[in-house]
């Protein structure tokens, strides 16, 4: 009797450049970069724990060499605490954020 089976190893994802602590005032831009060694990867974004999208305020960007940033175009002061990227499945890097209120004219 024989048995075959296939075995395929796949590398764990890391990150060659993690994400830095950012701060910002409030309704300024903010961008988050990190970089997966899997160029293939995804990625998932949060801020304070909850999944983002993009939407009018925030942009995902997947680049070339597995970079992906974040970019919120108008900070708001509830965007403080922690922004992490997962690489889906696997590990994830994670940065403060701290939005400061915006001085009065």
Wanted: proline share 3%; aromatic share 2%.
């Amino acid at each position: 009797d024989e048995t075959e089976m296939k075995l395929r190893v796949v590398p764990v994802n890391e990150f060659l450049k993690p994400l830095e602590d950012q701060t910002c005032q409030e309704k300024e831009q903010v961008m988050f970069e990190c970089q997966m060694g899997d160029d293939e990867a995804d990625a998932e974004w949060r801020i304070a724990g909850n999944v983002v999208t993009e939407d009018d305020r925030i942009q995902i960007k997947k680049l070339e060499k597995g970079i992906h940033k974040l970019i919120i175009l108008r900070a708001r002061i509830s965007d403080t605490g922690d922004i992490s990227c997962t690489c889906v499945g696997q590990n994830e890097t994670k940065a403060s954020l701290l939005v400061n209120k915006a001085e009065a004219p």
